[in-house]
């Protein structure tokens, strides 16, 4: 049976529709599974704003050239340790999946291992990647941001200058890794943008409007004029936290890969800085095991403040997600599953088969 | 003339002055010269709460035996590119500029060098730490967490488990090093501390009592039982920020050492994991600057909230500070400097000369 976005689908046959899609647009074959393979991981999740939802876009930008869909990144720079990436705006979820294995082969050999690339395309939820390396024993940090994006102003200015810079950590767990997955503003762009479609306020003010005023009111960001921008972590209370962390992501993923706000790009993309750290070359698994369990173990068993919200730890609720999508099949919203269903009748693909 | 705490000192008359303290204390002369050179960098910077003020704690360690001030740290591990150092609660500033000098001539060979200690003493103001490898066209971060303190809770949590583990950036800017150096709670230990003995309160509710209710009462944190904590960086509206930052730092400085808080210390110490990157490894150290630099010159150009406070970066005021002790000389608050007075009394050392 076609399914419908009343259906369950198995992960295999989302990933497989996924990648159908990518292939139809003239994207090669083994781009279009690594990037159906991570959208489909990020729905299971939980983060639905990253995963299959996002498959309409990069056919957009497929198809006005936005994103390439053959082809290989140029090595700008290889030292065997640390490497600079020209990505040529390829399929960013494929770039870091094959980052991520270079630098698991590099770490593994030596202890660290980093990339910097620059012209990636977008890569994604930040948490299903570092995961790729965590579930390998490897620590992995992505630092994230886009030089052609202004969303977020520095502490006590009123114009954007960063896009909101995420960056994670990855690290083994007993069960299954945490995933640290963060940025530096108080919420982020999908967030605004989601709500504004929405006709919503936000609970609290989290951006600024254009004269530096808190606001609850997601218009300000890219429907007035002059714009506003998103609030930096700490907000006017203590944004000096979020403006080092926006600092922070810059300098690693711009500045290492010595391209950036400086080229004024204007294509959507991005740059990463990623690091994958082998805890053998320290003081060894076991011993990063022991101490990083029981901290995890004093987090979940802490007196709650409200009896009915367990402390969880980043991550958790990722596993328990991607369990129950294994054992029951995913099911889409209503709209990513019109906007696909429309995307596989232009193209010509096949609708998947509810499982 | 002897001084008093009105008077001014130079840089150089102070360095000597603390570390004459320390050696009188019997802690080696290459140690007491390193923690005292980087306890008055760390007052120029503007940093007081870590600048000599800790003096007087240092010498109070040393006399009860919690701080050694003899010998070396112990090689765990050392891989070349990576090592796990065991400080033995040696001065953790000396334990830090050693381990700055070792990873910047790794990294000059490799592109990357990482230790990780355990068991360092107090490590003072991360921001001037970072500023040893940054001066050098370095980027540098450092990550700290004290296993042997509880004080801010997981989010959604009532029970400290973390401390309030900074972590700082710093690299190269045009005139002067970018440094950021910031925590994953709101305020630190010390201004609770310093807010509580001037009987105030904060200004905004940045603790929770032992029930999880935000407080600006800073008694909470170590004058009530049972105690409550320090509110993670996005309080309760998105501390889940904050909650990521205090695990990547655990997971860094303990996962990665190999001890922690399963070893449940209770001695005053830290653990510590360094990195220092050469961008020469990556794109250069010309491509870095130019990027950076750019971002830098958007950031104290872009038109500011009020009028009267200019957009800055993070390491500004501490040129700034440090440019005018060099010139003018230091002085001291009054209350440190009677500590000091009183330690040098004690200790039979000569109070300074005024410049």
Same mark, same amino acid.
């Given at each position: 049976?076609?399914?419908?976005?009343?259906?369950?689908?198995?992960?295999?046959?989302?990933?497989?529709?996924?990648?159908?899609? =990518?292939?139809?647009?003239?994207?090669?074959?083994?781009?279009?599974?690594?990037?159906? !393979?991570?959208?489909?991981?990020?729905?299971?999740?939980?983060?639905?704003?990253? @995963?299959?939802?996002?498959?309409?876009?990069?056919?957009?930008?497929?198809?006005?050239? *936005?994103?390439?869909?053959?082809?290989?990144?140029?090595? +700008?720079?290889?030292?065997?340790?640390?490497?600079?990436?020209? *990505?040529?705006?390829?399929?960013?979820?494929?770039?870091?999946?094959?980052?991520?294995?270079?630098?698991?082969?590099?770490? %593994?050999?030596?202890?660290?291992?980093?990339?910097?690339?620059?012209?990636?395309?977008?890569?994604?939820?930040?948490?299903?990647?570092?995961?790729?390396?965590?579930?390998?024993? =490897?620590?992995?940090?992505?630092?994230?941001?886009?030089?052609? *994006?202004?969303?977020?102003?520095?502490?006590?200015?009123? &114009?954007?200058?960063?896009?909101?810079?995420? =960056?994670?950590? @990855?690290?083994?767990?007993?069960?299954?890794?945490?995933?640290?997955?963060?940025?530096?503003?108080?919420?982020?762009?999908?967030?605004?943008?989601?709500?504004?479609?929405?006709? &919503?306020?936000?609970?609290?003010?989290?951006?600024?409007?254009?004269?530096?005023?808190?606001?609850?009111?997601?218009? +300000?960001?890219?429907?007035?004029?002059?714009?506003?921008?998103?609030?930096?972590?700490? @907000?006017?209370?203590?944004?000096?936290?979020?403006?080092?962390?926006?600092?922070? +992501?810059?300098?690693?993923?711009?500045?290492?890969?010595?391209?950036?706000?400086?080229?004024?790009?204007?294509?959507?993309?991005?740059?990463? =800085?990623?690091?994958?750290?082998?805890?053998?070359?320290?003081?060894? !698994?076991?011993?990063?095991?022991?101490?990083?369990?029981?901290?995890?173990?004093?987090? !979940?068993?802490?007196?709650?403040?409200?009896?009915?919200?367990?402390? !969880?730890?980043?991550?958790?609720?990722?596993?328990?997600?991607?369990?129950?999508? &294994?054992?029951?099949?995913?099911?889409?919203?209503?709209?990513?599953?019109?906007?696909? %269903? %429309?995307?596989?009748?232009?193209?010509?693909?096949?609708?998947?088969?509810?499982?």
């Amino acid at each position: 049976m076609r399914g419908s976005s009343e259906s369950a689908f198995s992960i295999a046959t989302l990933e497989a529709f996924g990648a159908a899609l =990518f292939v139809a647009a003239g994207m090669d074959g083994d781009k279009a599974r690594s990037v159906a !393979r991570l959208l489909v991981l990020t729905d299971a999740m939980g983060r639905r704003t990253h @995963g299959l939802a996002m498959a309409p876009l990069y056919l957009a930008e497929i198809a006005k050239g *936005g994103m390439r869909v053959q082809g290989e990144p140029e090595t +700008v720079r290889d030292t065997g340790l640390t490497a600079v990436w020209d *990505g040529g705006y390829l399929p960013g979820l494929w770039l870091m999946e094959r980052a991520l294995d270079v630098a698991m082969a590099r770490a %593994a050999a030596h202890g660290l291992a980093a990339i910097a690339i620059r012209r990636t395309h977008h890569i994604g939820c930040l948490a299903a990647l570092v995961k790729q390396a965590a579930d390998r024993g =490897f620590v992995a940090q992505v630092y994230n941001s886009d030089p052609a *994006g202004r969303r977020v102003a520095p502490y006590g200015g009123t &114009e954007a200058v960063f896009t909101p810079n995420p =960056f994670a950590i @990855g690290y083994p767990g007993a069960e299954h890794p945490v995933l640290v997955d963060i940025c530096a503003s108080i919420t982020t762009t999908s967030m605004t943008r989601q709500t504004y479609a929405a006709g &919503e306020q936000f609970a609290h003010p989290w951006l600024l409007d254009a004269q530096g005023v808190p606001t609850r009111d997601p218009a +300000v960001l890219e429907h007035t004029e002059p714009r506003g921008s998103i609030q930096l972590v700490g @907000g006017q209370e203590y944004g000096h936290k979020g403006y080092g962390l926006a600092l922070m +992501v810059e300098a690693l993923s711009q500045g290492l890969s010595g391209h950036g706000r400086l080229d004024a790009p204007t294509r959507w993309g991005g740059n990463v =800085f990623l690091q994958v750290t082998d805890p053998d070359f320290f003081a060894g !698994r076991d011993a990063f095991a022991a101490q990083m369990d029981h901290l995890s173990d004093r987090c !979940r068993s802490n007196r709650p403040i409200r009896a009915d919200r367990p402390v !969880r730890l980043p991550g958790d609720q990722a596993a328990a997600g991607l369990a129950q999508a &294994e054992a029951d099949g995913l099911r889409l919203d209503d709209a990513t599953w019109q906007q696909l %269903a %429309a995307c596989a009748e232009r193209l010509g693909v096949a609708l998947p088969e509810a499982s």
